[in-house]
């Protein structure tokens, strides 16, 4: 046998052997449900093929609006559901009747039910409370909240209750069949910036690490929940692929990858184009090395000043990127001029309907045929 010959042969044994020995293709959690499982490889097919458009808040409220049925804002510029719902736990954990922002969670089973049935995707971030001082998620007074909620921390007790009305919650999230609803489960985000309890210098990376692990293990292990794929996503000021993966959790608790960023200030649409564009690339790296599906799990531009943001600078951005979906933030309907998605009348409609009809872009309906729960 030729030495070339015999070089590549050893190297396709071994690169086979690695990939067959390694859990990296199947969920975080072993024991995820066979729809959790099947969502994860739909959005791996998906990726190939578009860019899911995501909302938060979408069903709960919008400009003008608090609740009623079937509304959108989203559906009411374009007549289609976004494909990715985004939803927040905070204060369950308390627990509360309603979230941080006022949504009944009674509402949020309501909305996972439809939502799973068009075959929508769902995905839940958590802005916690401070469990060491009451205060909120944004409360950063003390760097030791993060060691007090690990096993041996004097908020362990405490925190694993928190994580008891999370866990019951979501195993609550059920079809009419009694199946259990798939959630993207995005907790301890924006982590590379230090305005939440859990951020960069508000714990040590081992403690971050130490958090998450604990959660997965806490959640998937004692409470089996088996209805959730994890996300990792840090602000949006990454510089390289070393600081992005500087406090990963590793690839057992791990299943989608992402960032969050937004555009602030008038004039800075190059600049929103260029960053998250060169963000996507390092994302994307990341996710092709660990085999994770790459996100931009939140973004958006404030009460869009710009009336051609979508098809001129949004879309930009990320139609050169394999990325599963981007989220725009919530309309929120009690602070003024505090919404991501156009709503009727809104000056960007006209361009988000071009937005919605670019053959990159999944809405509601693209999500549907592409049957990511089969
Ligand atoms: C922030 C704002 C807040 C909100 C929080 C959690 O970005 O929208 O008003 O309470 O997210 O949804």
Redesign the pocket.
Known sequence: MKPIIFFVLVTILISGCSSGQSKKSGTADPLATAETKQLLAGLKAATEKGIMFGH??DLAYGIGWVYPDGESDVKRVCSDYPAVYGM?L?HIELPEPD???SVPFEDMRVFAREIYARGGVITM?W?GDNPLTGGS?WDITSDKVVASVLPGGENNEKYRKWLDNIAAFLNSLKDETGTAIPVIFRPYHEHTGSWFWWGQKLCTTDEYIGLWRFTVDYLCKEKDVHNLLFAYSSSGDIANKAQYLERYPGDDYIDLIGFDYYQMGDGGNRAFIDDVSRVLTILEDVAAEHNKVPALTEAGYESIPDPAWWTGTFWPAMKDHKISYALV??N?HN?PN?FYAPYPGHASEKDFIEFHNLPGTFFQKDATALELYR
């Open positions: 938060q808040d927040d905070g979230n941080l922002d971030s802005h998620a933030w919530r929120a602070k505090h």
